[in-house]
Each structure stands twice: as structure tokens, then as C-alpha cells.
């Protein structure tokens, strides 16, 4: 609840207040870590807010709200866990974590590539509190997919 309310009026997306709920609770929230059920609640309602012609991928012009939704989801949830200043994320690492999870490597991601997505950056804000090497935490997830 109170994560929620650090959030108000802070981003433009809805999308990214969600995304940044999401990572947030999923790295400090153990009770919420653990449930697989509200977390794919959560991810199918963005997904379904970033497929905006519901065809069940995001792919064209939907691609570039990811990236703006990623990165500034991404950001919003590392300010309030990350240590120093370093909680962006940049255009080409997002390309990098895209093709990553995109299985059938069709440039679309299905609902499946983007809770991979999604998994992903909770892992780098798991492993990158300190985020001096979040280059080396990207390269390594990309390395295990």
C-alpha cells in the first residue's frame, strides 16, 4: 500500500507505476514474491494494456511503449532498492533483455517472452542493489536464456 503511494503522480504510464509495483514487491515483498497467482494477474494486465490491438503480442509501434514503460518502470522501482545513482537502464540493454527472451526469435513478444522480460528485470534488481555492473547482470541473463 504504501509503495502505491509512492508512485501517484510521479510517472506519465499507469503502465510503469504497475511495472514498478510489480518489481518493487517481487524484490521486498516475500509473501507477493511467492505468489505466482497475483503476479500473473499483474503481468497479464499490462500485457494486455501494451498489446493495444490484441493480437497477443506486442510487436510495431507497441514496441516502443515497452521500451518507455521498461525503462521507466525499471527506474521507479530502482530508485526506492538501488544504492548510487546508476537505476537506468538503456535503450540498447532493453534490446538486448527483448531479444533475449524472444524465443521463436520473431520480434513479437507473446505473453510468455514478456513475463520472461519482466523476470529478468527482477533479477538484475535483485542481483544489482548496487548497480555499477548492471552491463555484466544484463550480459549474464542473456547468457542463460
Not at 521486498?28 to 498489446?51: I, P, R, T, V
Request: charged share 30%.
Amino acid at each position: 500500500e504504501n509503495m502505491k503511494k509512492l508512485f501517484l503522480g510521479m510517472g506519465q504510464h499507469q503502465s510503469s507505476e504497475l511495472l514498478a509495483d510489480h518489481l518493487l514487491k517481487t524484490v521486498e515483498d516475500d509473501a507477493y514474491a511467492k505468489d505466482k497467482a497475483q503476479q500473473e494477474e499483474n503481468m497479464k494486465k499490462l500485457f494486455q494494456e501494451l498489446d493495444k490491438d490484441n493480437n497477443g503480442a506486442i510487436d510495431g509501434k507497441e514496441v516502443k511503449g515497452l521500451f518507455d514503460i521498461i525503462t521507466e518502470g525499471y527506474e521507479m522501482a530502482a530508485v526506492n532498492v538501488v544504492e548510487g545513482s546508476n537505476t537506468e537502464l538503456t535503450k540498447s540493454q532493453v534490446q538486448t533483455l527483448c531479444k533475449s527472451v524472444d524465443a521463436n526469435k520473431d520480434q513479437k513478444l507473446q505473453f510468455n517472452e514478456f513475463v520472461a522480460l519482466v523476470e529478468s528485470l527482477s533479477r538484475i534488481l535483485k542481483e544489482g542493489k548496487s548497480m555499477e555492473n548492471i552491463q555484466k547482470l544484463v550480459m549474464n541473463i542473456n547468457a542463460r536464456t
